[in-house]
């Protein structure tokens, strides 16, 4: 079992940053491969943001966040986090961490389990 908490959301200006964090507690997390994920509102599924891999040699992005976002971890601390910098208005949405089941960098959300109760982020343009 893993839980997993984000925070850091907030009401931001288009342009600014914020950083989320995401603070795990059970399974080793420093063996886990993680995920970052949003929720726009009136949108049913849930977009794949970013991914590390358990060392954080590896991570992936969406090409909507791409050069604009930063995945990164300390595995000291149990905690992942986004960087998110130059932020849109398209960006406002609940983020959600959560494990990537097979730590092969996965997009879909599908293949992520034990999720995150999400942190709201809304930037006004």
């Known amino acids: 079992q893993v839980q997993l908490a984000e925070s850091g959301g907030g009401l931001v200006q288009a342009g600014a940053s914020l950083r989320l964090s995401c603070a795990a507690s059970g399974r080793t997390f420093s063996r886990l491969g993680m995920g970052w994920f949003r929720q726009a509102p009136g949108k049913k599924k849930r977009e794949f943001v970013a991914?590390?891999?358990?060392?954080?040699?590896?991570?992936y992005y969406a090409d909507s966040v791409k050069g604009r976002f930063t995945i990164s971890r300390d595995n000291a601390r149990n905690t992942v986090y986004l960087q998110m910098s130059s932020l849109k208005a398209e960006d406002t949405a609940v983020y959600y961490c959560?494990?990537?089941?097979?730590?092969?960098?996965?997009?879909?959300?599908?293949?992520?389990?034990?999720w995150g109760q999400g942190t709201q982020v809304t930037v006004s343009s």
């Open positions: 991914n590390i891999n358990w060392n954080g040699g590896d991570t």
């Open positions: 959560a494990v990537d089941r097979y730590g092969l960098g996965a997009k879909g959300d599908t293949d992520y389990d034990y």
